[in-house]
């Protein structure tokens, strides 16, 4: 049932995010970006693939499929508040990615392609990345300013979730297990 609500959830708001076509293109921070009629902000890809960071403005609500593809340099990439929205396979052939910042606002990851290279997610603690990391099998931590994180909440949590460790590092390892062991 909680499935089946989440699901039901999950459509709804996807009929309300997904953004019409955009009325309006424009380029900020190196980025291309569109605003349709009702003002949603959507990234469609960077104006220049060699930079090793990028600056996403505040009021971007959906990043678009593929946006970030072939950018081989980037090594960090930090999702602003306020983004929703994350497109699949966003960051194939980005072969120097190393983490990405998902705030607690992104209620929507898409699957990310083969051509990914699985970097680390740092996501709030009980956020919508935190739980689409363990059922996806994809590495993830929690933001060192993150106070919420007790090891209690983690085995309490996480037993049923399918977790082979969580540290007290802050990182996360899933595994299909039916326990937490702490290093």
Not at 9 to 26: E, N, R, S
């Amino acid at each position: 049932m909680k499935r089946l609500t989440t699901l039901l959830l999950m459509l709804l708001t996807l009929c309300i995010v997904l953004p019409a076509q955009a009325d309006y293109y424009y380029e900020e921070n190196g980025l291309s970006l569109g605003r349709n009629s009702l003002g949603t902000i959507t990234l469609y890809e960077p104006t220049d693939t060699t930079q090793t960071t990028y600056d996403i403005p505040s009021g971007v609500m959906y990043m678009k499929d593929n946006a970030f593809e072939g950018c081989r340099n980037m090594t960090h990439l930090v999702i602003p508040e306020g983004m929703y929205v994350i497109g699949s396979s966003v960051f194939d052939g980005c072969d120097s990615l190393q983490t990405v910042v998902i705030p607690a606002s992104v209620g929507q990851i898409q699957p990310q392609g083969a051509n990914s290279p699985r970097p680390t997610f740092i996501v709030p603690h009980g956020s919508y990345a935190w739980r689409w990391c363990i059922e996806n099998d994809w590495p993830c931590r929690f933001p060192e300013n993150d106070t919420a994180f007790t090891q209690e909440d983690c085995l309490g949590y996480w037993e049923a979730e399918r977790v082979e460790w969580c540290g007290t590092d802050r990182t996360m390892k899933p595994g299909g297990v039916d326990g937490v062991i702490f290093r």
